[in-house]
């Protein structure tokens, strides 16, 4: 009889596919996955339409992506960040980050080399690691503020340790790693000669004060770092999966090996686009960011009224909050509650641990705030009904 492979049987099916269902069924304001219920700018999508009649890349993009989106790539981490990267070797543009993190874990990781995950973490990285053999090492963030511990940081690397996937600004917390969070990581890095993965997709959405460092600017951090990003995040376009990944040539080139047997390469059209995005001037980093430094505010308003305990994100759309004095039960069930009576979908947050430390997750859930004001004030209205 034939059957399905053993290694994809633990993964089920993403919490994301059962939450939007449940929402439909229940018709509840779907705050869970971070998909934005509104358009990107205009301009992008317009450059997106020309692409496409133009008649000239209606065809494969070469094996990288399109050249102007590469440079594009790099003319923007030069501008925000001043870091040298060659277009031509440093460069690949990808079917979103989610397509940039598994290549990056399929060209850099051996199997049986050990793979440090902070935890909570983003759905993909744990069966991404998985399926290359790797093995996963989780680091768990403690509440209040979400940090790691030292000690447990440092056991975690030993030299059977290859690499580190890293994320900030983060999901689902929506915390930004300090300058001093990132030696610490990046000091072991080196020590313990292990490679970054380094996830920076909400790299422009952050607020107040908070500042993104990309953890490949640190001392001697670059030749060991690779780097994602997201037209998804940063333009907001998710549809578009369309990413990219940049960093030292010699480690780009690991990831180019296993990438063009993942997709080959990405949509042409929206590579063309994205190059396109790339030349919005600052003020729309600044509007975008304004825009969202609202709806974060909304959100905080909603969930402080209603008596969760919540983690202000310094970046990111989400919202993560300890619903332990509203409800009894765990993340799953308290979900469930909040869709099936409340009217109200989100993400319980066990689904961001792994099996031996998924209990740290199991008296919060995860927040999405990409979606109108309109719709975050409905779902705020609907959460007066949990005050005890
Ligand atoms: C931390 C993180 N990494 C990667 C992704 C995937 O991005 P993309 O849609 O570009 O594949 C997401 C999307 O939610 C994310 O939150």
Redesign the pocket.
């Known amino acids: 009889m034939p059957r399905i492979a053993n290694r994809v049987i633990p993964f089920g099916t993403t919490i994301f596919t059962e939450i939007n269902a449940l929402a439909q069924q229940y018709n509840a304001v779907n705050l869970g996955?971070?998909r934005p219920d509104f358009d990107g700018a205009p301009e992008v999508v317009q450059a997106y339409v020309n692409a496409l009649q133009s008649g000239l890349y209606n065809q494969y993009a070469p094996g990288a992506g399109a050249l102007v989106a590469r440079q594009g790539v790099a003319n923007f981490i030069g501008r925000h960040y001043g870091m040298d990267i060659d277009p031509q070797s440093g460069v690949i543009i990808?079917?979103?980050?989610?397509?940039?993190?598994f290549a990056s874990i399929m060209g850099l990781i051996d199997p049986g080399d050990e793979v440090i995950i902070i935890e909570p973490f983003?759905d993909?990285y744990a069966p991404g690691v998985l399926m290359a053999g790797g093995v996963p090492v989780y680091v768990p963030l403690y509440p209040p503020q979400w940090q790691f511990n030292a000690d447990e940081l440092r056991k975690a690397f030993n030299p059977k340790t290859r690499a580190i996937i890293l994320?900030t600004p983060?999901?689902?917390i929506g915390k930004v790693f300090s300058y001093q969070e990132l030696t610490q990581i990046a000091d072991l890095c080196k020590e313990y000669d292990v490679t970054v993965i380094s996830?920076e997709?909400?790299e422009h959405l952050i607020f107040d004060d908070a500042v993104h460092i990309p953890i490949a600017t640190l001392p001697n951090m670059f030749e060991r770092t690779v780097t994602?990003g997201?037209?998804?995040?940063t333009f907001g376009m998710?549809g578009?999966?369309?990413?990219w990944v940049y960093g030292h040539p010699d480690l780009i080139k690991g990831v180019t090996q296993a990438r063009q047997y993942i997709t080959f390469v990405g949509n042409h059209p929206a590579q063309i686009a994205l190059s396109e995005a790339f030349k919005l001037p600052s003020s729309y980093y600044e509007d975008y960011r304004a825009m969202y430094t609202e709806k974060r505010d909304l959100m905080m308003q909603g969930v402080n009224e209603a008596g969760f305990k919540s983690f202000t994100p310094q970046g990111?759309y989400?919202v993560m909050s300890d619903f332990s004095e509203l409800f009894d039960g765990d993340d799953v069930a308290f979900s469930h509650y909040m869709i099936t009576e409340i009217g109200v979908a989100v993400i319980p947050t066990s689904a961001f641990y792994s099996a031996e430390h998924k209990h740290l997750g199991s008296k919060h859930v995860r927040f999405a705030f990409c979606k109108g004001d309109d719709v975050i004030r409905v779902a705020n209205e609907r959460m007066h009904k949990l005050k005890r």
């Open positions: 996955q971070g990808t079917a979103g980050a989610t397509e940039a993190v983003f993909s994320n983060h999901n689902p996830d997709v909400y994602i997201s037209a998804g995040k998710t578009w999966k369309t990413g990111t989400f």
